[in-house]
Each structure stands twice: as structure tokens, then as C-alpha cells.
């Protein structure tokens, strides 16, 4: 699932309006909707305080935003998928050393 799908899921359930997590954020209404139709990535410094307005673990919002981070980063990449499966190599080794 996607980031902005998730926020959009997670404020539906809770019976809220986009004007308020637009408040709670100080965000502009129409940037949460960009948010959530997947048009912009929400800047990471309010993953944080939009998981406590919605009451969600932030570890759940921040992988479904790296995750889109790294899409943005690599969707036009045709080495992606080889780009990505290095990179998990890399990332494992690093654990093992750690």
C-alpha cells in the first residue's frame, strides 16, 4: 500500500476531513489531498505528528514512505530492480557487521 492511500484509509476510518489533518499538520487542505492521491510525498519531518493525530505507529507510516521515496527515486531507473536487490545485499551485510 502506498503512503498517501494509507493517510487517506487511516482519516476515513476516523471520520475526519482533510481541513483537519491539514490543521493538525499546518498544512494546506489541497497538499493533503495531493498527499493522498499519490501527486505529492508528504515532507518526512511530519511523519511523527501526523501518526499521533491519527494514532498509528510512525515505524508503519515511515516504511510505507521510504518505500514511496524509493519508487519516486527509481520508477523511470530501467536497472531498478537490479539497483534494488544490491542494495538489499548491502544492507544485509551491514547487519551482519553491526
Do not use: C, Y
Not at 55 to 84: G, R, Y
Amino acid at each position: 500500500m502506498a503512503f498517501g492511500k494509507r493517510i487517506k484509509e487511516l482519516r476515513e476510518d476516523k471520520g475526519l476531513f482533510l481541513r483537519e489533518v491539514g490543521a493538525a499538520l499546518e498544512l494546506d487542505n489541497a497538499f493533503i489531498s495531493k498527499v493522498e492521491n499519490e501527486e505529492r510525498l508528504l515532507p518526512r519531518k511530519h511523519l511523527s505528528k501526523i501518526a499521533e493525530f491519527l494514532k498509528v505507529p510512525v515505524d508503519e507510516l515511515l516504511v510505507l514512505w521510504l518505500s514511496d521515496k524509493m519508487v519516486e527515486l527509481l520508477q523511470k531507473e530501467p536497472l531498478a530492480q537490479q539497483a534494488i536487490k544490491l542494495t538489499q545485499k548491502r544492507l544485509k551485510q551491514q547487519d551482519i557487521k553491526s
